[in-house]
């Protein structure tokens, strides 16, 4: 009978280690800026989702995130034509 050898392997995170809101606010500020930097139509959560994901975003991220970014680079556009006098 031969025995099982189980073999791990260390993972490299992308980025700093960060707890889990600390992380959730820092993706979701990068992809809010992405998609105001983007100059495409944010007119809905499907188009930024693509968006999100041409940019080379985790999947998981865009599902759970694209929304609050969305809404996120809208608000920063707002905020900016709103500044200009």
Known sequence: MTALRV????YL???????TPERRKAVLDRMAR???SSGADLGS?????????AKGYPDLDVALL???ARAAACRG???REMAVP
């Open 7 to 10: 073999v791990t392997k260390p």
């Open 13 to 19: 995170l992308d980025g700093p280690l960060m707890t």
């Open 34 to 36: 992405d998609l105001a």
């Open 45 to 53: 959560d499907r188009d930024a989702r693509r968006l999100l994901t």
């Open 66 to 68: 694209a929304g609050e």
């Open 77 to 79: 556009i707002v905020a």
